[in-house]
């Protein structure tokens, strides 16, 4: 029963913006979207969450849209280190903070 | 963000013998600990949750025998599989959270387990 749906992979130019898409349909009120990111042979790095605004850090900006959907990951400009798998995980408020992860979208970021 | 570090980072063990993984939040006290598995190329399987001084919650199909979990401080919990065998082979990975309902959490490097 997948929360979440994300394309398994994708393409970004380094230097350009990488777009990562996850479609969330089946979201309830006081869930949160969290992204995370796992580099190969290490362990996931927590990148950003939001509940339905907009957010921003040092890494990364996420985007929910106004239904809470779908959101989308942007990392303003792709470095070749930005290469992982990224997961886009739906997790309830009280949930005891188990992440539930699904395939993740692999992103290739080439020179 | 907060480290958890966990140890060791890769270990190869004989067919029958135990290996023991620890798993420590550096900068916090971890209410809660997860462990998961994950197999090349495939996502990460929650394993079991430990909370600090009670026995672990594990997930359906994982045998508590055969994987032990410890959580016996607000730092550290520790993973050993008993009686190791090739199709244990895997990543291991911990993650760790602190108080509150919305800390995001942090995992711990990984371990590379080899049984040969």
């Known amino acids: 029963d997948a929360k979440t749906t994300q394309p398994p992979s994708m393409d970004c130019a380094e230097g350009r913006a990488a777009n990562l898409p996850c479609n969330h349909s089946?979201?309830?009120?006081?869930?949160?979207v969290y992204w995370y990111r796992q580099i190969h042979s290490q362990g996931p790095q927590y990148i950003i969450h939001?509940?339905?605004n907009n957010e921003t850090n040092e890494m990364a900006s996420l985007i929910i849209t106004e239904d809470r959907k779908s959101s989308t990951l942007i990392l303003p400009h792709a470095t070749l280190r930005d290469t992982a798998v990224y997961y886009c995980?739906?997790?309830?408020?009280?949930?005891?903070?188990?992440?539930?992860f699904g395939g993740g979208t692999r992103l290739m970021v080439k020179p | 963000g907060a480290v958890v570090s966990q140890h060791p980072s890769r270990v190869i063990c004989k067919s029958g013998t135990s290996v023991k993984i620890e798993c420590r939040s550096l900068?916090?006290?971890?209410?809660?600990m997860f462990w998961y598995r994950q197999f090349p190329k495939k996502s990460l399987m929650l394993m079991a949750t430990?909370?600090?001084?009670?026995?672990?919650?594990?997930e359906q199909g994982v045998e508590k025998d055969k994987f032990l979990i410890n959580h016996a401080s607000l730092t550290l919990s520790t993973l050993t599989v008993t009686s190791a065998h090739p199709e244990d082979s895997s990543f291991y990975i911990c993650?760790?959270?602190?108080?509150?309902?919305?800390?995001?959490?942090?995992f711990g490097q990984g371990t590379r387990l080899t049984v040969v």
């Open positions: 900068d916090f006290q971890a209410t809660t």
């Open positions: 993650s760790a959270r602190g108080f509150g309902d919305h800390t995001e959490a942090f």
């Open positions: 430990s909370n600090e001084g009670s026995k672990a919650t594990y």
């Open positions: 089946t979201i309830s009120g006081n869930e949160y």
């Open positions: 995980i739906v997790r309830p408020a009280n949930a005891g903070n188990m992440l539930t």
């Open positions: 939001g509940l339905k």
